[in-house]
């Protein structure tokens, strides 16, 4: 079955998840996205299935699951594998609660602002063209939010970049902000990026690109189940590259949720 705009996956999950064995999800983390949370509007949960067809492809791309015809048909003759997914509660721009699941990442900062500046790209410039553009003009206008972030044995305060709370590895295309992390510990992996002049950022962008920790005074790495996030000002929130809402946030781990063929 194909979308035709937001909101078709979800409702395609919810609508066949009490009559099928397992759902294939073909996109990418966005298209992912939906579907958990469509198959978690139901009691009962097919198993969950991911093509990785979409333009980042994180949680796909940290499960080792590629886009390959013999490789996918492999992983279906396996027994799927429990999965943890977060589960975040927000506020709307008017003030309403919001809940929502996640799969892959959650963040404030850079991540939302890229996010919202994608959807505003010319069509034209196609799924990659416009991931590109959107990154390279938030990296150039983003400016550092005041943030504070709460877990049990944890807590930061400070003007920051980024703040992922992360169930994958990376987001934003293979941005390993939580190179250790693993989808069925029952933990988030935590990454604060603060206050860092822009060349010094890039060259820690560089580093986290290819799966190194930095190891620097403005960055911060935890894990935690359970997180707070809130903000001095309105701060936006995005999930797996959809926009979710607005600090403050109440940011939860849900232990083997959901059953991924990986």
Known sequence: METQQ???AKALAMQHATSCDAIMA??????LHEVVNGLLAKPYRPALGIIPLGSGNDFAGACGIKADGAHLLQLLQRPPKATDIGHITCRSGTGHTIEEYFINVCSAGMGPSSVSKMASMPRWLGAQGRYL????????THKPEEISVQAADFV????ARVAAIANGQSFGNKIFIAPDAKADDGQFNLFLGGAVPL???LWYLLQIKSKHKVSAPQIAYAVASSVQLSSAKAAMLEADGELIGYLPASV?????????YR
Do not use: L, S, Y
């Open 6 to 8: 937001a909101g078709d």
């Open 26 to 31: 073909a996109g990418g983390d966005g298209t």
């Open 133 to 140: 553009m959107a990154i390279v003009q938030t990296f150039f």
């Open 156 to 159: 930061w305060h400070g003007r």
């Open 199 to 201: 060349p010094q950022f």
């Open 252 to 260: 939860r781990i849900q232990n083997e949720t959901v059953k991924i």
